[in-house]
Nanobody
Framework: QVQLVESGGGLVQPGGSLRLSCEVS????????IGWFRQAPGKEREEVGC????????YYATAVEDRFSISRDFSKNTAFLHMTNLNPEDTAVYYC????????????????WGQGIQVTVSS
C-alpha cells in the first residue's frame, strides 16, 4: 500500500520561508514522480509543482516558479517543497501526490495522495 504523509506546515509571516516534507512508503521515489498541489478556501485545487523520475525534471506554476522548488532525499524516500518569500495568497492546504511511472508529471493524473497540510501566511 502506497502512502504519502506531509509534514512541516504551519503559520509563517509574509516574506518568510517554509519547507514541506512528503514521506513516501510502499513505493520508491526513484519510480515515483511527485507533485505538489494546493487548495485555498473557495478555490479549486491547483498544481504548484512536480518533479519526474529519471532526470528529475521539475515544473512549476507561474505564480510560484521564482519562489518554490522541489527536492528529494532518496535515502529517506522523501520529497520536499521549499517555499520562500511567502505571501498571504499562498495560504492553502498543500498536498503531495505520487504518480507511477514517474517520467511525466505536470498535468497528469496522480494515483496516490497525502492527507494535506495547512500553510497559513499571515502577520
Amino acid at each position: 500500500q502506497v502512502q504519502l504523509v506531509e509534514s512541516g506546515g504551519g503559520l509563517v509571516q509574509p516574506g518568510g520561508s517554509l519547507r514541506l516534507s512528503c514521506e513516501v512508503s510502499g513505493r520508491t521515489l526513484d519510480y515515483t514522480g511527485i507533485g505538489w498541489f494546493r487548495q485555498a478556501p473557495g478555490k479549486e485545487r491547483e498544481e504548484v509543482g512536480c518533479i519526474t523520475t529519471g532526470d528529475g525534471s521539475a515544473y512549476y506554476a507561474t505564480a510560484v516558479e521564482d519562489r518554490f522548488s522541489i527536492s528529494r532525499d532518496f535515502s529517506k524516500n522523501t520529497a520536499f517543497l521549499h517555499m520562500t518569500n511567502l505571501n498571504p495568497e499562498d495560504t492553502a492546504v498543500y498536498y503531495c501526490a505520487g504518480i507511477t511511472p514517474g517520467y511525466v508529471c505536470w498535468g497528469y493524473e496522480y494515483q496516490y495522495w497525502g492527507q494535506g497540510i495547512q500553510v497559513t501566511v499571515s502577520s
